[in-house]
């Protein structure tokens, strides 16, 4: 079927929630994807962060083929094969120290979900159930101006970003939001509602904002300040984490331990799936019926983080994120339209100064053969596989240096 009978039946029968660009993709394998028409692309957005060993990795392939044909669902009422090898594989990522280093081993417990929205759900429900199980009988949870969590009611609730809540009020209760980076608001807000607190709720660095890291001290007097009053830290994860950042999760390189963790995006390259993991001290607050999933931790999705979380763990991507990272950075930097880049790993963003536009750059970047992303009118995200290279890095410089011309 063509791309404009695509857009015709989907303008009849899809609901309108995303302003799609104008490319029917069919096929794609590791950077490059193709459309209807054959014309190759370059993908530096990765499905927003999810295509982590890039697409269609052999090793996923063949896993999610292989339980296609063995066993698709049959709910969490029964073991299945692997869901306790990924969880095993998250607690040992989560418990990553660079070689050279040691630190004490942490035993972390998992639940299974669908999406980042739910992780953070379930994530949030654990932080308020613990407090109150521990008799701290907090219930409010600190997050920061510009965040974002997720589009369900309650993760828009604790999304700081008020143009995004104004449609959908009035939301859930029981959420603050405090400047990030900012030591005496984070100190006041901590004095003013001392034991109220049950969780202070991060991003290390912030995505849909546009890429803005959280600054180590920063978080550092976060987690000093929750132990005072007897609060969780809950890092959302969902973008920053599986090797995104160039270490497996983006708090392991903030000088910080939070008690639980969102996991989504990257974590089975491309199949739907979300975690939510603690620390085991915490994650006994749940009980049988306390949370569920029809679909969470399904035969498929196991199947596929498990291939995709093992091939993770044997490469070399706590090297080669950084260093790509790094020269991404760098060629970015060298661009006359580019007045600010910043970001870790393959979590990076540029500003764009006038009359380019984002959001132009990314509709001429197709007709260059590349996926590109904006997270606002003169800010550029990108989110490559993390099989990304300098060469292909290369390309996309020579391409956007064109498109920057004809948008100028």
């Known amino acids: 079927m063509s ?11 899809v609901m309108g929630t995303f302003a799609r660009k104008p490319v029917c993709l069919v096929e794609g394998q590791g950077m490059h994807v193709a459309d209807d028409a054959g014309r190759d692309y370059l993908d530096f957005i990765g499905g927003i962060g999810v295509c982590s060993l890039g697409h269609c990795h052999p090793a996923v392939v063949a896993a999610v083929q292989e339980q296609a044909g063995k066993l698709m669902h049959v709910s969490n009422y029964y073991y299945i094969e692997k869901r306790g090898e990924v969880a095993k594989l998250l607690s040992d990522a989560l418990n990553y120290v660079p070689a050279g280093e040691s630190a004490s081993a ?6 299974f979900a669908n999406s980042g929205a739910e992780a953070n759900e379930c994530m949030m429900k654990l932080a308020r159930l613990y407090a109150r199980v521990k008799g701290n009988g907090g219930t409010t949870i600190v997050t920061l101006d510009g965040s ?7 993760t ?15 939301l859930p209760g ?3 939001h405090v400047k990030p980076n900012d030591a005496q608001a984070l100190r006041a807000m901590f004095d003013q509602l001392g034991s109220e607190i049950c969780a202070f709720m991060f991003e290390p660095i912030q995505g849909e904002s546009g890429v803005h890291p959280c600054e180590p001290e920063y978080l550092q007097l976060a987690q000093e300040l929750c132990r005072e009053v007897g609060a969780l830290m809950i890092a959302d994860e969902v973008q920053t984490g599986v090797y995104r950042t160039g270490t497996p999760f983006a708090f392991q390189q903030m000088g910080i331990q939070p008690d639980i ?9 491309g199949f739907p799936m979300g975690a939510c993991a603690a620390r085991a001290q915490v994650a006994d607050a749940f009980n049988p019926g306390d949370h569920g999933s029809t679909f969470g931790g399904s035969n498929l999705a196991i199947a596929a983080a498990c291939a995709t979380l093992s091939e993770l763990a044997a490469g070399t991507f706590t090297e080669s994120v950084p ?8 060629r970015l930097a060298q661009l006359p339209a580019v007045t600010q880049v910043r970001g870790r790993g393959l979590m990076v963003a540029c500003d764009i100064a006038q009359p380019l536009e984002a959001p132009a750059v990314v509709q001429s970047g197709l007709a260059q053969g590349l996926l590109l992303n904006a997270t606002g009118l ?12 300098e060469q292909e890095i290369d390309t996309l410089m020579e391409k956007l240096g064109v498109i920057m011309q004809i948008c100028g």
């Not at 974002?148 to 309650?154: Q, S, V």
């Not at 260093?323 to 760098?330: D, F, N, P, Q």
């Open 3 to 13: 791309l404009e009978e695509q857009k015709q039946l989907e303008s009849e029968y």
């Open 106 to 111: 942490e035993q972390w417990k998992t639940f």
């Open 148 to 154: 974002f969590h997720g589009r369900t009611m309650e």
């Open 156 to 170: 828009l609730a604790a999304t700081a970003q008020p143009a995004k809540q104004e449609s959908f009020q009035p």
């Open 174 to 176: 029981g959420f603050v």
């Open 261 to 269: 963790v969102s996991i989504a995006k990257g974590i089975a390259d």
């Open 323 to 330: 260093r790509v990272g790094a020269y991404l950075k760098e």
């Open 378 to 389: 003169h800010t550029l995200r990108f989110l490559p596989p993390l099989v990304c290279s």
